[in-house]
């Protein structure tokens, strides 16, 4: 009987201790490049963060870091999020892709996820989204747009993914413009509202009445704002509190369904090293509304741009389309290949400025 | 009514009290700031100052990252320090730095693939000599023209930044990284790597320099002519002229020291913690330095301390970012706080306070 007592107590203290494993929740941590309250990028991350604690209740702890330089910081940033007990980082800016790898070789049970980089490992995933679906629809925007056909595009750092929206932007507006001029100012910053601000007015002085911008404050809406008669869009996030005008349109980020995605994956434990890199269609970048300050006309196109690149029917990178020097890169009716998106460092014929090296 | 009374001489036990004192207020004012933020104060103090160095959890790692955070804060403000004691004001650590980085990262890559045991040895001199090189400019300017060494010094700052960045997109970028930018892992090369000398320690060769540093700038102030002259030349401009001190020299030797020991703790991030030359590869070591050899009195020994307790609220910090979601502007705040009291309650080194009956007119 006492035996039979001590084993049930067993088995009941087994069950209980199974059940409190399962109860713990599964801790997600997040690395971020600039503050929570960007209005751009991080913020866009940061919401897809509170969407995964939506989603999953208390069966989730989720972590972050904010403004984490992208160097040996970010490191450690990383390392004492593993070691507090991360099952899951996030880590969120191109700058943290050698950190990500040196730190996931350290804590082979914790699984990473790097955005927008290109080295993955056993416990190292990378995601991207292809934002160059929506500059080609800014491109055609601003084309039919611009009166003085001068577009200004502040960059951040000269790396294939700013590139390429360059390019896409540049293909998309000369189409529809062929006397559009683009400037190009290099901020060397993904977030530094004070530099940005210096950049929209420099680019507006020179006579742009087109910002586009691939840095993450409103600043150079507001500088678009503080000028009138000039367009801009808004980045990584919606920016509606610009909205109808100077922000006629947007490129989001939505990151909430992958980051439900991947957490789940942990959960189920068929959580694999993947690469995935989204556009419009499976719904990670999304289109702002186009407000009434561009005409029916051209708000419908590019809807229909739209519509084209999510079912597949049009690629942003379509030939013909030669590189800046002139060669031909894509023949009439070829489509660009991810790889050579992936590592696009080169213009496209039209563009008058040089890639800075 | 309360008066100020300037002491003839600074009060050498307020000397010594008023950094304990700073750092006691900031915890007060730091607490009420987090509290106000819905923070338990009590238990973000507690994380900044106490988990790094004693929580299970973190401590065996954290406690080697405060040596890799200190050494090049330390390393700095010792350079520092012997110009800010003459008079002598270089703000452009920062540049220093930078420009010792890309000296040595670019002799190390210059022989990849190359293993020999002198290539590291040489990018240490490289980083010493571009570092040195950099302050000399300021220097040169100061001494031929007399400009301000401040301005001057700030303003190639950004110079340096510039000089990164281009050094990262072209002629230091790495071949093999797929038009990224950015140089080679200079971890991965191990004739210019700056490794863990002994495993779990944090200790790289940039932490024993800034301990070496140290006790070199102790016995020179204490032992050394040069280190009187620089005493005096501070206290008595006047007087260190009559002492036979030639300022021009003062002012190349105290920039360029500062400048090549900045070089230094660039080269040593380079090739150990950091890796590569990346744009932002700087992270204001320069400057944070500058507060380091404030709160440390300018003195050696203080300055070690002074380091090691910025790193502390570092790495505190950041625990106490994403343990207890405190904001990094609060963080940032509270680091600012730091200074703020120091300089604040410097004045109780200088004056005394006098309590008077109110005069009648």
């Given at each position: 009987m006492n035996l039979m007592k001590t084993l049930l107590g067993a088995v009941a203290a087994a069950a209980i201790g199974g059940a409190a494993m399962a109860e713990d929740p599964l801790k997600v941590g997040f690395i971020y490049v600039g503050p929570i309250g960007d209005g751009g990028w991080t913020y866009e991350h940061n919401k897809g963060r509170l969407a995964v604690e939506e989603h999953f209740g208390d069966a989730v702890e989720t972590v972050f870091q904010e403004s984490v330089p992208e160097g040996a910081d970010a490191e450690r940033a990383m390392t004492q999020m593993a070691l507090s007990g991360a099952d899951l980082i996030f880590t969120t800016s191109f700058g943290y892709m050698d950190p990500t790898i040196n730190v996931a070789a350290n804590f082979p049970d914790v699984k990473f996820e790097h955005a927008t980089g290109y080295k993955r490992a056993d416990n190292v995933s990378t995601y991207s989204a292809r934002f160059y679906e929506g500059r080609a629809i800014q491109g055609h925007i601003a084309g039919k747009m611009t009166e003085t056909n001068k577009i200004?595009?502040?960059?951040?750092?000269?790396?294939?993914?700013?590139?390429?929206?360059?390019?896409?932007?540049?293909?998309?507006?000369?189409?529809?413009n062929p006397d559009v001029e683009f400037n190009i100012v290099w901020a060397y910053t993904w977030f530094d509202p004070a530099k940005e601000a210096d950049a929209a007015n420099a680019l507006i002085e020179q006579g742009a009445d087109v910002i586009l911008q691939h840095t993450d404050s409103t600043a150079p809406l507001a500088a678009a704002q503080a000028k009138g008669g000039v367009i801009g869009f808004g980045q990584a996030s919606d920016m509606s509190e610009y909205a109808p005008f100077p922000r006629v349109s947007s490129i989001i980020d939505d990151w909430a369904p992958y980051y439900i995605a991947r957490v789940q994956a942990v959960m189920d434990g068929t959580w694999e090293s993947t690469d995935t890199w989204d556009g419009i269609g499976p719904g990670m970048v999304a289109i702002g509304e186009i407000t009434d300050a561009v005409p029916a006309e051209v708000a419908e196109e590019a809807m229909a741009m739209k519509e084209a690149l999510a079912d597949g029917s049009y690629h942003a990178f379509t030939g013909p389309i030669n590189k800046q020097d002139g060669t031909v890169w894509l023949a009439e009716g070829e489509t660009a290949d991810d790889g050579t998106l992936a590592g696009m460092d080169f213009y496209v014929e039209g563009i008058t400025a040089e890639i800075p090296n | 009514m309360i008066t100020l009374e300037r002491r003839p001489e600074p009060s050498r036990m307020w000397q010594a009290l008023t950094p304990v004192l700073a750092v006691v207020l900031t915890m007060i004012a730091g607490g009420l700031l987090f509290a106000l933020l819905g923070k338990d104060p009590f238990e973000a103090i507690r994380t900044i100052f106490w988990d790094p160095l004693f929580n299970p959890q973190f401590a065996s790692y954290s406690r080697p990252q405060l040596l890799v955070k200190a050494a090049p804060l330390i390393l700095i403000a010792i350079g520092l320090s012997l110009g800010f004691r003459a008079g002598i004001w270089n703000i452009g650590a920062e540049g220093q730095y930078i420009v010792g980085a890309i000296c040595g990262a670019?002799?190390?890559?210059?022989?990849?693939?190359?293993?020999?045991?002198?290539?590291?040895?040489?990018?240490?001199?490289?980083?010493?000599?571009?570092?040195?090189?950099w302050a000399m400019i300021p220097a040169v300017l100061k001494i031929r023209f007399g400009t301000n060494e401040i301005l001057v010094s700030l303003m190639l700052v950004y110079v340096a930044e510039q000089l990164l960045a281009s050094m990262a997109l072209g002629a230091l970028r790495n071949p093999d990284g797929g038009g990224f930018p950015g140089s080679r892992n200079l971890q991965q090369y191990?004739?210019?790597?700056?490794?863990?000398l002994i495993a779990g320690t944090g200790a790289h060769w940039g932490v024993v320099a800034a301990f070496i540093a140290v006790i070199a700038a102790y016995v020179l102030l204490n032992k050394h002519l040069l280190g009187y002259?620089?005493?005096?030349?501070?206290?008595?401009?006047?007087?260190?002229?009559?002492?036979?001190?030639?300022?021009n020299v003062l002012i190349a030797l105290c920039l360029g020291i500062s400048g090549g020991l900045a070089g230094l703790a660039g080269l040593f991030e380079v090739s150990g913690p950091a890796g590569q030359i990346s744009i932002d590869f700087n992270s204001f070591y320069g400057f944070t330095a500058i507060i380091v050899a404030f709160l440390g009195r300018l003195h050696p020994i203080g300055i070690l301390l002074a380091g090691l307790l910025m790193a502390l609220t570092y790495i505190g910090g950041e625990l106490a970012q994403f343990m207890l979601g405190i904001p990094s502007a609060a963080i940032q705040a509270f680091q600012g706080m730091l200074l703020f009291f120091l300089l604040g309650v410097d004045v109780l080194s200088n004056f005394r306070i006098r309590i008077k009956p109110k005069q009648v007119a």
């Open positions: 200004g595009y502040i960059a951040s750092f000269p790396i294939p993914e700013v590139i390429r929206g360059i390019n896409s932007a540049y293909i998309h507006a000369s189409r529809v | 670019a002799v190390g890559l210059a022989f990849y693939p190359t293993e020999a045991i002198y290539i590291f040895p040489l990018m240490v001199l490289a980083g010493a000599i571009g570092g040195t090189l191990p004739s210019a790597a700056n490794p863990e002259q620089i005493k005096l030349t501070g206290q008595a401009p006047r007087a260190a002229r009559f002492a036979g001190v030639r300022p």
